[in-house]
């Protein structure tokens, strides 16, 4: 019987590893082009549900013709930030495909983090106008700091943001840190109407909320929202008064409403981010549209950036092991 042996990676050992968000937003785009082409298994992620807002999904993925896959775990817990954790945690397992042995255990919360903001990324290269200029984000956690850093990535010309945050506190050092390390101008506004209004692209990354926070008069002509809750953080009227709905996949989407995360419900026309990535489907086609984005998340994101980081790892060696099963 052979010998087998994982690698394991800490979120040290990957950040060591220094991949920049233009590399990731790359590999997500090309994630989603393979999901675009029905060349992804990616199921619909089942969950448990310890207290009644948190979850921890199971989130597998395999690429057919890269021959790439494996599994993440991912909890979000948002009563976590009282006790100084993050509200999203996760580890994610790479396997070999042709044997199914395990080759490697890592943490994924950063991947995570990453892969989120580069789904909103890779919208916002094919949904925002180019010319975009102003963000507005409501959350100033981490999707909400990510998702500035990937969004300025793919759109240089953003200059201006507004930001708000339940925390005062987290609203300010999202403008000290993220106002000093990009040069932007960030406001920290008052009030939710003040971030929504007049911005090109919208950012809600909150957390399991019982009631909308965008109002559809806010969300103006041209305007690319981008709703990390799953469908929570947006009023009925914008949902299904958008002039295009995008997802990352509609059979989750679907899903989805069946967990209660749609509290609208779903607008009968989508669009599907990998499909527009390849072309089949469009996205932006005219200046004044009001483009509707909901990525639900998917597992390919993850596992196509997790095997990136595995063989980065593995050239570097010198990582921790652990032997499952002895020669
Ligand atoms: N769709 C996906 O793929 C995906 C992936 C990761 C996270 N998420 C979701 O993104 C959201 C944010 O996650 P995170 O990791 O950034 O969490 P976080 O805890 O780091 O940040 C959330 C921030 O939102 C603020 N907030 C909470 N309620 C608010 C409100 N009503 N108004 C304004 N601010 C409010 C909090 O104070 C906090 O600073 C969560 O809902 C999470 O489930 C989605």
């Known amino acids: 019987m052979g010998r087998i042996e994982m690698i394991l990676l800490s979120r040290k050992d990957i950040l060591d590893l220094d991949v920049g968000i233009g590399k990731i937003i790359s590999l997500v785009e090309a994630g989603m082009a393979e999901h675009g082409r029905g060349r992804v298994e990616n199921p619909p992620k089942p969950g448990i549900h310890a207290t009644p807002n948190s979850f921890i999904h199971a989130m597998p993925a395999y690429f057919k013709d890269l021959g790439i896959g494996g599994m993440k775990w991912v909890a979000g817990y948002p009563d976590n930030r ?48 180019r010319n975009s200029r102003v963000l507005g984000v409501v959350g100033a956690g981490v999707q909400g700091r990510y998702n500035m850093m990937a969004l300025k990535e793919v759109l240089p010309s953003l200059a201006v943001v507004k930001v708000i945050d339940v925390n005062r506190g987290a609203a300010e050092s999202f403008r000290r840190e993220l106002g000093e390390r990009t040069g932007v101008e960030i406001t920290v506004c008052e009030d939710v109407e003040s971030v929504a209004r007049g911005s090109d692209i ?43 709905f995008v997802t990352d996949d509609w059979g989750q989407a679907k899903y989805f409403v069946a ?27 005219r200046e004044e549209e009001r483009i509707l984005a909901i990525n639900t998340g998917l597992a390919l994101a993850d596992v196509i950036v997790a095997n990136h980081v595995y063989e980065l790892a593995k050239q570097r060696g010198g990582h921790q092991k652990l032997t499952l099963l002895e020669e």
Not at 217 to 235: M, N, P, Q
Not at 259 to 285: M, N
């Open 259 to 285: 967990q209660g995360a749609f509290p609208f419900g779903l607008p009968s026309r989508h669009l599907e981010l990998g499909r527009i990535v390849t072309g089949q489907e469009k996205g932006r086609e």
């Open 82 to 129: 009282e006790i100084g954790l993050p509200q999203i945690m996760g580890t994610l397992i790479l396997n070999d495909m042709k044997t199914g042995a395990p080759l490697c255990l890592m943490d994924a919360t950063w991947i995570t983090a990453v892969r989120t903001a580069a789904a909103s990324a890779v919208t916002a290269i094919y949904c925002a106008r």
């Open 202 to 244: 919208i950012v809600t990354a909150t957390q399991r909320l019982s009631e909308p926070l965008i109002r559809d008069e806010w969300f103006g002509k041209g305007c690319l929202g981008l709703g990390l809750e799953i469908g929570r953080a947006w009023d009925g009227e914008a949902l299904h008064g958008a002039d295009k």
